[in-house]
């Protein structure tokens, strides 16, 4: 019995251990698992084909690829005082452009002293579902955005450590 706690501890502690990752732009800071390397410009545009989707200025994926954290600044023009409506607004946009999508949650939320848009969603990317986690805070003039995005499997098998890394982001 000691044998098999032992093996869930190494386990669990294998799975926590974590690497601080920092945006170059703004130094948003977040920590992900040591599994987890930057994108090429290659991989980059084979998720986000130009001219037709604007790719984000920095990106990460765990070595399969089959989770990824895009990090950028988005046009939309979010404000503190305007995050309700931006909820709002969002949900509804989604809601009509993307066909089927399953939502998981969408509100505002607090992380590391600062407001964040969170939406959260399951929708369908070409062959498989993927869920989403979409992060939009003001600052400094810009709205940034972070988006998670992950098979619905690798999700599912990851999922406390990908809510964990979202609970570390940090923008100074």
Request: hydrophobic share 40%; net charge neutral; no cysteine.
């Amino acid at each position: 019995m000691k044998k098999y706690i032992l093996g869930a501890a190494l386990l669990l502690s294998a799975n926590l251990s974590a690497k601080t990752f920092t945006t170059p732009d703004s130094n948003v800071r977040f920590d992900l698992p040591d599994n987890y390397t930057a994108l090429s410009a290659s991989e980059i545009a084979l998720k986000f084909p130009a001219p037709r989707v604007k790719a984000p200025e920095f990106m990460i994926g765990n070595e399969p690829r089959s989770i990824s954290l895009a990090y950028g600044h988005n046009e939309l023009p979010l404000t503190e005082e305007n995050m309700t409506q931006s909820v709002t607004y969002l949900h509804s946009a989604f809601s009509a452009s993307i066909p089927n999508i399953r939502w998981v949650e969408h509100k505002i939320m607090p992380l590391s002293g600062k407001n964040w848009v969170y939406l959260e969603f399951i929708s369908k990317a070409r062959s498989t579902d993927t869920h989403n986690i979409m992060l939009l805070t003001p600052h400094k003039g810009k709205s940034v955005a972070i988006n998670l995005n992950a098979t619905v499997e690798a999700f599912q098998q990851n999922e406390a450590a990908l809510r964990q890394a979202i609970n570390t982001i940090e923008l100074p």
